[in-house]
């Protein structure tokens, strides 16, 4: 491997954190949001759902494609690239004049998200392997603060009645400023995408006719990411709506519940390496599962109690425990033996699109039917699942090649 200096090597740490911010303000701005924009089109929760899950669906297919193009421009390039256009797409939700608008506008902007997220994390693995030790764990970290940040400026934008367009057009601007400065510290493709490859170690071809076979390797990987997907949508994109419908909240107080679960979940992956490196994964994402179960029961019981604080309660406790599992996601698919990491995470990150597909629109429908609160129990049986397969889907073919840290 290519030797790194510890200054370009930190540039590069501080470069895809930035990026990592950028993606998740992006993907959080508009959920604080998401009340006004159902009454102001007139949706019910399922055509709500519906919307929302076309951008995984846009994901889902240009996903598949991230990795070929990160193995021909590098993941540095494509990353920068695919984050600017996902986040200028954000302004175009603030503007859908009717659902099929807002639907269009959650495909395209699902397909730039998808493709920066595959791309960011590959580098990311990358710049782990330069440091030696885990750090992906921060990279969420730093895409949770940005989820943390826009949920407060969304909150505030909600409760002081400033347009949706105009707040989503803002921050759309905002945001890729911060991602076309970023973008010079990240590093050349000849040290960030090529990984050691241990001798012995089987070369797994990447061709379309190995792709059932690619899909067997991963896909175990794959499914901790799409349950923690149904597990964080609990959070993620009802708690705002839980806040208004269940417990007869204001639109501003409403998101805090969302800010409390970006805030858990920032504050948790800043520490979290160490809890990986001391634990280890599947230890670790047990852990997580348990608190999630717990979590999500609190916020089921918040609604015949009527009890604001044990919601919110609820909703940080979901980022304390799913705060470890996408980035063990993430790393454990860029360590497959003898797959390249860009194409590793790629597809891995592709398969999760489809939680992110079904989890909305699935829980959309189930609140419909028999309301929100009872449709939370979805995502606390999935918590139990996590639970009992963990030690499959985090497995690791190969350990990651140690170094000292710059």
């Avoid at 701005?29 to 007139?42: D, E, H, T, V, Y």
């Avoid at 859908?96 to 998808?114: K, R």
């Avoid at 960011?120 to 392997?129: A, L, P, S, Y």
């Avoid at 409403?254 to 230890?283: E, F, K």
Wanted: charged residues 10%.
């Amino acid at each position: 491997m290519t030797q790194v200096s510890v200054p370009r090597a930190s540039a590069a740490r501080l470069a895809v954190s930035v990026l990592f911010f950028a993606n998740g303000a992006a993907s959080a701005s508009i959920l604080p949001r998401l009340p006004a924009i159902k009454n102001g089109l007139g949706l019910s929760n399922a055509e709500l759902g519906a919307a929302v899950a076309a951008m995984p669906l846009g994901g889902l297919i240009a996903g598949g494609l991230a990795g070929l193009l990160i193995a021909r421009v590098g993941s540095g390039r494509v990353a920068a690239v695919a984050g600017t256009l996902d986040v200028l797409a954000l302004a175009a939700l603030g503007l859908a004049p009717t659902w099929l608008a807002l639907a269009a506008a959650y495909f395209v902007m699902g397909m730039f998200d998808a493709t920066m997220d595959a791309s960011m994390n590959t580098h990311g693995v990358g710049v782990e392997r330069v440091y030696g030790r885990s750090i992906l764990q921060g990279f969420h970290g730093s895409w949770s603060f940005g989820c943390m940040v826009a949920g407060a400026v969304g909150a505030l934008a909600a409760g002081t009645g400033v347009p949706v367009s105009v707040h989503l057009s803002v921050v759309a601007v905002a945001l890729a400023a911060v991602v076309v400065a970023s973008s010079r510290g990240l590093l050349p493709a000849s040290v960030a995408d090529v990984r050691d490859r241990p001798d012995g170690e089987p070369e797994v071809h990447i061709h379309l006719r190995n792709a059932p076979h690619l899909l067997r390797i991963l896909l175990p990987v794959a499914m901790l990411g799409i349950l923690c997907v149904v597990v964080q949508t609990a959070a993620s994109t009802w708690s705002a709506l839980f806040g208004t419908d269940v417990l007869g909240l204001g639109a501003g107080l409403a998101a805090v519940g969302y800010v409390l679960y970006a805030a858990a979940m920032t504050v948790s992956r800043m520490v979290n390496d160490r809890w990986v490196d001391g634990l280890g994964p599947t230890r670790f994402v047990r852990i997580g599962a348990v608190i999630s179960l717990v979590a999500l029961l609190a916020v089921i019981a918040s609604a015949p109690l009527h009890a604001p604080l044990l919601a919110f309660a609820g909703f940080a406790g979901i980022g304390v425990g799913t705060s470890p599992m996408f980035p063990v996601m993430v790393a454990t698919a860029g360590s497959r033996p003898g797959i390249p990491a860009g194409y590793g995470v790629a597809l891995t990150s592709w398969m999760v699109r489809i939680g992110l597909i079904v989890a909305p629109a699935l829980i959309g429908a189930a609140a419909d039917a028999l309301g929100l609160a009872t449709a939370l129990w979805i995502p606390a049986v999935v918590a139990v699942a996590i639970f009992v397969l963990a030690p499959v889907m985090t497995r690791r073919g190969v350990a990651p090649a140690r170094r000292p840290a710059p």
